[in-house]
Structures are given as C-alpha cells and as structure tokens.
C-alpha cells in the first residue's frame, strides 16, 4: 500500500479541457437552411479553469495530511505506513534528504546561467525562488507551531509538517513552471527527486506519512502563490527603481529582512 501513497505525490491530475462543440460540415454549408445556428462554446466547468487546476493538487495534498494526521486521525495510515517502512526499508544513515531539497531549484538557476531559455530571464528566476521559498519557509515554520505535533522518533514537536519536503516540492515546482514547458522529463524528475527526499524522511522516523502530504501541499501552494505574487510586487518596484535595481521581502526561520538585486 505504501507504494500507491508515494505515487499520489507526483500525481499530476490529468484535469484535460473540453473542446468546444462543432456543427457538422453540411448542416453549416446546406443553401436550404433559413439560418445558421450560433453555436456557443461548453462552459468551462469549474476544474478546468486555470487557477483551479494549479491549486487542487495541493489542496488534496494539505487535506489528507491534515485528514491523516494523528490529531485528526480519520485516515489511520500513519502508524501503519511508519510499520511498512521500518519492516521493509529499515532506517537509512544519510544526509542526502539535506541537499536532495535544493537540487530542482539548483538546477532551474543553473539551466538559467548556463543559456537555456526558461519562462523568465536568469535575474527573475532568481527573485521568483527567493519569495517561493521564503513565502515556504514562513509557512511550514508557522504551521509547524500551530500544528504541535510530536515526531515519530519522538525528538521534538514539530513534525507537521515536514519542511524538507516542502522546500524539495517548492523547488520542484519551480523547475517545472521555469522548464517544464520545454520538456516534462524536466518536471517528472524534479517532482521525483522531491518524492524521494519526503520517503527518506519518512524512513529516517523524523516524519510521518502525514506530515510529507502536507509538505507537499504547501511547497506547491509556496511556488504557486509566488508566480501570482511577482509581477503584482514587481511592477510597482521597478517604476520607482526602474529595471536595474530591484528589493523584495524575505522571511527566514522568524526573522523579516529585504533581498535587494542590482542588474548590472
């Protein structure tokens, strides 16, 4: 079972618009007719509409961490997932999950500088994973002091939720938004590698079943209200600092601060 619960982290809904209905050829062309039928589009129903399809995944991945965890414990696969693991995988010794994190957005940045066009210019990219993971990092660090709940290895209360996965799912995202156009191999592996950190926290018994869900959900939901956010935030900057210069908010483990950029 355990392995149908990590495939539903990179699940991507195949949410697929409608095409709009058409007239057959002769009926559209026949001189008898009196009068040609306007024919008007499906309406769009509320889950193909653009902003819907960016915010369900992770509104299903926040619902069942929340659903799972055990404060709520409507799904009991916690305990049992945590089972799974230990029978199965064991308990790793590394530290890979401290750099696996970082290494989608690190690769984003690095296609960027290195010349390989993306959704924004190398300068944007790097302002755009700035608020994403600060937007992330203020988040999960806030929920985590809401949520209070107590690690499987009982070392601390704050495991939910698990924020090595949150900042894996955020830089995973923007690697998708930034490249995923240019090829899916670029999401599907950083989606992976984002995947694999959330099962080595699970099996390092730091994190439970619920608190990667939730990570997930909120490393997307990070990247995505950071694409809403940018140009909204940027557009009057740039008409007082004009296009050289550029500062945005940070928020970094409880302390506020600015990232200021010089385009030189």
Do not use: C
């Amino acid at each position: 079972m355990t392995r149908y619960l990590f495939a539903a982290l990179t699940w991507l809904l195949p949410l697929l618009p409608l095409r709009a209905q058409q007239l057959p050829a002769a009926l559209a062309q026949s001189p008898d007719s009196l009068a040609t039928p306007s024919v008007r589009p499906l309406p769009q129903r509320i889950w193909q509409r653009p902003t819907v399809r960016k915010l369900l995944p992770p509104a299903l991945l926040l619902t069942a961490g929340a659903l799972t965890t055990h404060k709520v414990a409507l799904l009991e696969t916690d305990e049992e997932t945590r089972e799974e693991i230990r029978e199965h995988v064991g308990r790793p010794i590394t530290n890979l999950d401290d750099q696996m994190r970082y290494l989608p957005g690190a690769v984003a940045l690095g296609l960027g500088l290195s010349g390989v066009q993306g959704r924004h210019k190398p300068v944007d990219q790097l302002l755009l994973a700035a608020l994403a993971f600060t937007l992330n990092d203020a988040l999960t660090g806030n929920l985590k002091k809401l949520a209070h709940v107590q690690r499987p290895d009982g070392s601390d209360f704050h495991s939910f939720p698990s924020q090595h996965t949150s900042l894996a799912f955020a830089s995973a995202t923007f690697l998708h938004k930034e490249y995923g156009g240019r090829s899916r191999w670029y999401s599907v592996g950083g989606y992976s590698v984002a995947a694999a950190t959330a099962g080595i926290r699970m099996a390092k018994d730091v994190h439970w079943l619920s608190d990667v869900l939730a990570g997930a959900g909120v490393g997307i939901l990070s990247t995505e209200a950071a694409y809403w956010l940018y140009p909204r935030v940027t557009k009057p900057l740039r008409k007082v600092l004009g296009n050289r210069a550029l500062v945005l908010p940070t928020y970094q483990q409880g302390a506020i601060g600015a990232m200021a950029v010089l385009q030189l």
